[in-house]
């Protein structure tokens, strides 16, 4: 038999209600309090790892191998050209709090590994070109929010350029994201 939690035991607790609360106990009982938390959830394991010892570099390396995997994989395996596991990287380094050019860097060579994979097997599917699209403009809209333009905009212009080449079914939607930038 399933047994339901009630939905009243899970309640978000506000940020002042919290900062009061730690406020009350004692530094023995916080330190305690977040032992417990990184023995119980990944997640708190996961932030003081890379707290500790963030290597970041390591980090985008290993996300962009395993993105051009799902391109380029090794041997005679099918590609899968998913971008879910850019967008996984994407999140996860969100998460952590890892510096902005990386990201912006992961989020463009996501693009950059499906337009040299369509450069040589055209793909027939508008859910992928949508996709990508969507990723562009996530892209262009995270680099502006960020003030990344001067590193970025010749990688964007060639992405774009590149789309244009290639004759994506949805060019001209890459052309409508770059018209919506303040730059």
Known sequence: ???FVNPDYF???SKKKLKKYLAELSKPELE???LE???RLKEVREFYAF???PKEDKMLD???FKVSKEYFPPGKRKPKRRRSVAQKFIKEFLKLGVEPVLIADLMLYNLEIASSFTAEKPINQDAFYKSMLKSFDEAVGYIDANGLQPQFNERIERILDEVYRQNWINRSAF???M???II
């Open 32 to 34: 305690e309090q977040i």
């Open 37 to 39: 938390l990184h023995d």
């Open 175 to 177: 052309e409508d994201v």
């Open 179 to 181: 018209s919506k930038r």
């Open 1 to 3: 038999m399933i047994e």
């Open 11 to 13: 309640y978000i607790v």
């Open 51 to 53: 707290v500790f010892n």
């Open 62 to 64: 290993e996300a962009k």
